[in-house]
């Protein structure tokens, strides 16, 4: 039996070129040690180089005896091999299984010893069993079609991450070492039930081979295979989606919502996922509950906003989904002129709001402001106020001639003192019109709302709406104030 009646050999050719290094993952097991032969054996034919490396666990006493074996067939072999420890598991570690905790920590070691040895590739021995049992376990956990496909070739970082074994069953692995008279180790770990993946190996696959279907493995694998290539192909129509909604928006962190309820929600999904981990830099991988959460958001069944794991979250506003990084601090900051609490976040929100509104006035004011006169300008008054983009402004406000005194100066009784706030509960443009349903028209963000500042007189007569001259000559037609900002 040749190395390619094991190996995909498509794969390798299309990867490794002559004199390209890969690094092999050789842990003692069967699919491992038939990795580290055949690749050896296709090495000598194909030109590429290659180097083992030996991870120890720190979980079982055996594994001295292990990594003996494995040098001793690199030797034979003439392949070089490495030796690393991982960190031992602690209390600072929680928050994963034991599982996740060491193929975390194996990968860390892996892509080190990959960097300092000089090579671009890794290959591991995930054979069409390890397939078949991944396939199960992210079925029962309720994985979509993104976690239940798989990908033959993939990246760890910045390097190529390949499963030459990948369509190969454990029987023909075996029968290949036989040949060769390949020793290999059996990990005592592999018994225990107490994993799931030793429970799906040792109890349910048995179980739907006896009772049900006695190739289920093929079965199982082929539609695996399937689902795969109809991922991939969404995957392809969903990136280029992306990039015309990236381009529609201008802003990676937006994704119009509108437009997205015209997809299949499978494609919708896709966009959504791709949107998270792509174009907005999500740490953590969206669980298939957040993403079905966020498509109830895009149909508008769902609250308006939706939390991922990590700390950060998805919001829906004016027909868009807006992504919003983990915050520190996401206690409120007090109320707004009498209003009800604001969150930290919506201060954040706000902020990356204004600015994309170059010519909006956003702040946060306790209390009312008070203009105070100009002193070479009779009848303009002035006030400075920090913005929520952490610039100071001046607003100056003149009013019309005939409001000024005779005498030329601009001192002004009690009816007619100037003041800047927010907006507060009940406040109106007019009788029939109020100041709420006037910004939802414009489509200001509700988020944004409670900064807007507001050019008020002593009767709380509004006068005028600072940074946003088409509402603000609106409302001052009448009036004739003049309001200017200038930025210091």
């Known amino acids: 039996m040749r190395w390619d009646a094991v190996l995909d050999k498509q794969l390798i050719k299309s990867r490794l070129t002559a004199g390209s290094k890969v690094l092999l993952g050789v842990s003692g097991g069967a699919d491992s040690m038939c990795l580290l032969v055949a690749m050896a054996e296709a090495a000598e034919e194909l030109g590429f180089i290659c180097r083992a490396l030996y991870v120890n666990h720190l979980t079982r006493p055996t594994t001295g005896a292990e990594y003996e074996l494995v040098f001793s067939q690199c030797r034979k072999l003439g392949v070089p091999c490495g030796y690393r420890e991982i960190e031992r598991l602690t209390k600072k570690t929680t928050g994963k299984t034991i599982e996740e905790y060491l193929r975390e920590q194996r990968y860390q070691c892996l892509m080190t010893e990959a960097c300092e040895s000089g090579c671009k590739t890794i ?21 979509g079609a993104h976690g239940l496909s798989f990908e033959r070739k993939s990246k760890l970082g910045t390097l190529d991450l390949l499963r030459p074994l990948w369509a190969t069953p454990r029987t023909r692995i075996l029968t290949y070492l036989q040949e060769r008279d390949v020793k290999f180790v059996e990990d005592e770990s592999n018994a225990l039930l107490e994993f799931t993946r ?10 739907l081979e006896r009772e049900f279907n006695p190739r289920v493995r093929e079965t199982l694998f082929r539609t695996a295979t399937q689902l795969t290539q109809v991922h991939a192909y969404v995957e392809k129509v969903a990136l280029r989606k992306l990039r015309y909604y990236s381009r529609l928006t201008g802003d990676p962190t937006r994704l119009p919502a509108e437009r997205l309820q015209r997809l299949p929600e499978i494609l919708q999904a896709e966009i959504v996922r791709l949107w998270l981990q792509q174009s907005c830099g999500c740490v953590t991988k969206p669980s298939s509950r957040e993403l079905q959460q966020i498509l109830r958001m895009v149909k508008g069944t769902e609250t308006r906003r939706t939390m991922l794991r990590g700390g950060a979250m998805v919001l829906s506003s004016g027909g868009q989904l807006i992504y919003v990084s983990a915050l520190q601090d996401v206690r409120p900051i007090g109320s707004v002129s009498g209003g009800s609490l604001i969150p930290q976040i919506n201060v954040e929100l706000a902020r990356r709001w204004v600015e994309k509104e170059a010519q909006s006035v956003l702040a946060y004011l306790e209390k009312p402001m008070e203009l105070s006169p100009t002193p070479d300008k009779p009848n303009s008054y002035v006030a400075r106020v920090k913005c929520l983009d952490g610039k100071v402004r001046r607003i100056h406000v003149e009013l019309p001639k005939e409001d000024a005194q005779a005498d030329g100066k601009a001192a002004l009784d009690a009816a007619t003192l100037l003041y800047l706030r927010n907006r507060r509960p009940g406040d109106r443009i007019s009788r029939s019109k109020r100041l709420k349903s006037l910004l939802i028209e414009q489509k200001i963000p509700s988020y944004v709302r409670d900064f807007v500042v507001l050019l008020v007189d002593s009767k709380e007569q509004l006068l005028g709406i600072v940074g946003f001259p088409e509402l ?12 200017r900002i200038e930025t210091e």
């Open 123 to 143: 290959a591991l021995g995930h054979t069409a069993d390890d397939l078949v049992e991944t396939f199960l376990m992210h079925l029962v956990r309720g994985a």
């Open 472 to 483: 603000t000559e609106a409302i001052t037609k009448k009036s004739g104030l003049v309001v």
């Open 198 to 207: 030793n429970r799906i190996r040792h109890v349910l696959l048995p179980l």
